[in-house]
């Protein structure tokens, strides 16, 4: 009776209420729309920036991440990464070694990080294999031959074809000296990739440094980041010894989360500041609705019906126009996900930008239930406030006063 | 014994506006025997729906005492109030006093829901009734489609299913052309007759005046005349 009672209510103005229901479905749609493709570029921020270089883990021994010391290595790296490449959702693995050398061209010298890399792995593992601008890739692990970021190339004046100078010390401490020619160029649009970067083959650099078969990076991407956890748990309880430590993105990349989280808070302001318009503006309604019944909540107050029950009426009736509202945003909303999931978003002009780079340039957003239900249980929450005062008011109501007012 | 449906003993009411003092009643000494048809009249402000509000526990008086059946109710609280006159009042105002989005039949029936009736009972009861105040086949009908008239009928209807011990009526008449008024007051005055309903209306009209048993006149907030017709 009383929801009966609601519903009809709802009707008496039905473009009002239509009105209102519409402001809650757009607020709702465009919420869910917002918030699933934020959540999407972020995953896609996430692979991006790590598939270029970093991986989503690395396997490297203890405080090499804070001081790369070239003694500090991972001895029989070839075993461990078997191992782990046999792990259940693991998708690839490569080794690396690294080195501090100066380069020298005929003209000019820089201190840069040299690389030794699996060249058949390291083409799953890392998109700078793609993004060679001139020349080509690392042929293969025992060449004698190196690829250079495109901005130390500049600064070096040097192209493809020329030969540098590689001067660092070896694993044993001797004097590590080689001259490679440059077989490519690369470009990666990470300023601290272009300028720093040379990657060799691995053989070639283990030789140069007499490393013999170490290394110092073991690097792997997981065929699902939601799952990198576990997997990374297996890893440390079965696979590691003490001689050895295996480290998330997060770790590896702590700006990139800083990033993302700033990019959150920031577009949380302004998904509150839409809620908070969408709310006063059904507070409006809302009180708009009681106000203007004053005298038909008196007679029923007469009647002998407690201020609860009217207020109880209230509240229902606030909440079939927000449910209402919110199942049309959901329907139209989820609609527009789903086209997007399937099609991919591009956000206007970054295509080009993502070609260059190679990325896909195209945005899935992300089809999860915390990502659609998010927005509409923050409306519903703010709404359901909105309609508590007008109720607070029916309580302050009394019958004779309510009964004038006409 | 049987107890008096209306008892006002030294009833005051006074209106505070700002500095000013507005004594609406004054000393008001009332008894209202059970099955009584009694007709409120006077000049306007004399007091009249001052008097009906106090009685309905809808207003709280200024001092004096009003029982209902035996029951002390000028220093109730609200939600006890609101239980007095669910059970024991029907009401019958001016104008506007149906719920718009119910039909007639769902307006009637909507006292019976607030008691917690069954819905089938409900629903026997109010057409019943619907019936017998002469608006039968026009169950379905929300109070935007009826005549002023009409409504009132609904009105009535709804005051008296429950079976209170007291309606009041404040100027049930007001807004309804003399002819509609007549036979209004005979659906009243036959309540009465048959039911024993006790009823207390106020009014200005002369005609609706000759239909009551007992007439009281109100004059600046005091009973000027009280006599049997
Ligand atoms: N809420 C109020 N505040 C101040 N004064 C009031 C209030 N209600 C009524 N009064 C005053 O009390 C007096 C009695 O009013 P009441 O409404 O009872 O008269 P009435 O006999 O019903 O008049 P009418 O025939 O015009 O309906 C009037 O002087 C009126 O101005
Ligand atoms: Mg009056």
């Not at chain 1, 793609?130 to 080509?136: D, H, P, V």
Request: include cysteine; proline fraction near 4%.
């Amino acid at each position: 009776m009383i929801l009966r009672l609601a519903w009809r209510n709802l009707w008496r103005h039905s473009r009002r209420s239509w009105l209102t229901i519409g402001a809650i479905a757009f607020a709702t749609l465009l919420l869910i729309f917002m918030i699933t493709l934020q959540l999407g570029s972020y995953d896609m921020m996430i692979n991006n920036n790590l598939q270029l270089f970093t991986g989503h883990f690395q396997v490297q021994a203890p405080g090499y991440l804070k001081k790369p010391q070239m003694r500090n290595t991972l001895a029989q790296p070839q075993q461990l990464a078997a191992q782990i490449r046999a792990i259940n959702g693991v998708e690839d693995i490569g080794i690396r070694a690294k080195g501090f050398a100066l380069i020298a061209s005929e003209q000019r010298t820089y201190g840069a990080e040299v690389v030794g890399v699996e060249t058949a792995n390291e083409t799953k593992l890392s998109t700078i294999p793609s993004l060679i601008k001139t020349g080509r890739f690392l042929s293969d692990d025992n060449a004698q031959e190196l690829i250079i970021g495109e901005v130390l190339a500049r600064n070096l004046k040097v192209t493809v074809g020329d030969e540098l100078t590689l001067l660092g010390s070896g694993h044993d401490g001797s004097i590590a000296a080689a001259v490679l020619p440059i077989v490519g160029i690369f470009k990666s649009g990470e300023p601290g990739l272009d300028r720093n970067l040379i990657e060799m083959p691995l053989k070639s650099f283990q030789e140069i440094f007499s490393m013999h078969d170490k290394a110092h990076i073991i690097v792997g991407i997981v065929e699902n980041l939601d799952n990198l956890e576990t997997i990374l748990t297996q890893i440390r309880s079965t696979l590691l010894t003490d001689k050895q430590v295996v480290l998330d993105w997060d770790t590896l990349v702590p700006g990139l989360m800083q990033l993302i989280e700033a990019d959150f808070i920031n577009s949380w302001f302004l998904y509150i500041c839409l809620v908070l318009i969408v709310t006063f503006s059904i507070l409006n309604t809302f009180l708009m609705a009681v106000l203007e019944r004053t005298r038909e909540f008196g007679v029923m107050l007469a009647l002998g019906a407690k201020p609860f029950l009217i207020a109880k009426l209230v509240i229902l009736e606030s909440l079939l126009l927000t449910l209402l509202g919110l199942a049309i945003g959901m329907i139209i909303g989820i609609s527009i996900v789903l086209y997007f999931y399937i099609h991919g978003f591009s956000y206007p002009g970054m295509e080009e930008l993502g070609a260059e780079f190679g990325i896909t340039g195209k945005v899935t957003p992300e089809l999860s239930l915390l990502a659609i239900s998010l927005g509409p249980l923050v409306i519903l929450a703010f709404t359901m406030l909105a309609s508590i005062y007008p109720a607070l008011r029916i309580r302050l109501l009394k019958p004779v006063d309510a009964m004038k007012s006409v | 014994m049987q107890k008096n449906p209306v008892i006002c003993r030294k009833l005051s009411k006074t209106f505070q506006q700002g500095e000013v003092k507005i004594p609406a009643l004054v000393d008001v000494d009332l008894e209202i025997p059970k099955g009584d048809f009694v007709c409120l009249s006077g000049p306007s402000g004399s007091g009249k729906t001052t008097l009906l509000n106090l009685i309905s526990g809808l207003d709280n008086p200024t001092s004096g005492e009003i029982e209902l059946d035996g029951q002390r109710i000028d220093q109730m609280n609200q939600s006890s109030l609101a239980e007095i006159r669910l059970y024991k009042i029907g009401f019958v105002f001016q104008s506007y006093n149906l719920i718009p989005v119910l039909t007639a039949q769902e307006n009637v029936e909507f006292v019976m829901q607030l008691q917690g009736i069954d819905s089938k009972v409900r629903a026997k009861k109010a057409r019943h009734i619907l019936k017998e105040v002469g608006l039968e086949g026009l169950e379905k009908r929300r109070p935007g489609d009826l005549s002023g008239g009409q409504q009132q009928r609904v009105a009535i209807a709804r005051a008296i299913v429950s079976k209170p011990s007291l309606i009041l009526a404040d100027e049930p008449t007001a807004n309804l052309d003399s002819h509609t008024a007549e036979s209004l007051m005979e659906l009243l005055q036959s309540m009465n007759s048959e039911h024993g309903i006790t009823l207390l209306f106020s009014t200005h009209d002369q005609l609706v005046m000759s239909y009551s048993k007992r007439l009281i006149k109100l004059h600046d907030g005091r009973i000027a005349s009280d006599e049997k017709l």
